[in-house]
């Protein structure tokens, strides 16, 4: 993973792309036990967000670098690394208030677990509930933060319906 850090930092001080942050399964590890997971999902603010094709410079800068395409993924090191590109208000805000962590001397982007687990409900699948219900047990997160952002990006009924289905009966 030091390596897709490295790659990453670089892109942002090339202005390849003007931010990122690790989400998904692999940035949920920094808060929980180790899960599952067979590639890296990083947000990016591409450079020319308005391009149809606005993820060709990172491609073109990864291949430059003898990073390989694997279906939708590159190749980093022992990684498939998807590059997403931030799709909403609450992606947005997920890289803008990232959190920096030290991964082995090397700075890494990394999404808190709030956003990670508005994200997650928002995208509803039930790998994606467990992860709530995850971050939550660790204690990464608690039902307010969540509660506070899904409400502020639109997502308070999803998350009442979550609460209700998964929760309720836990109190």
């Not at 969540?146 to 319906?161: D, P, V």
């Not at 609460?163 to 109190?171: G, H, V, Y």
Request: glycine share 6%; proline share 4%; with cysteine.
């Amino acid at each position: 993973m030091q390596e897709v850090a490295r790659l990453l930092n670089s892109m942002r001080e090339a202005g390849i792309i003007e931010d990122y942050a690790l989400f998904g399964a692999a940035a949920q590890m920094r808060y929980t036990e180790a899960v599952a997971t067979l590639d890296a999902d990083v947000l990016v603010v591409t450079a020319t967000p308005d391009r149809l094709d606005a993820l060709e410079p990172i491609y073109a800068y990864c291949r430059e670098r003898g990073y390989t395409p694997e279906g939708e993924a590159v190749r980093v090191g022992a990684w498939p690394v998807q590059f997403i590109p931030v799709f909403s208000s609450l992606t947005r805000e997920a890289v803008s208030l990232a959190d920096t962590a030290d991964f082995e001397g090397v700075p890494f982007r990394v999404t808190g677990a709030a956003h990670l687990a508005v994200i997650a409900l928002s995208v509803g699948r039930p790998k994606d509930f467990a992860r709530v219900l995850e971050l939550l047990e660790s204690g990464a997160a608690t039902q307010d933060d969540i509660g506070a952002l899904a409400a502020r990006h639109g997502l308070a009924e999803t998350w009442t319906r979550f609460r209700r289905k998964f929760l309720d009966d836990r109190d």
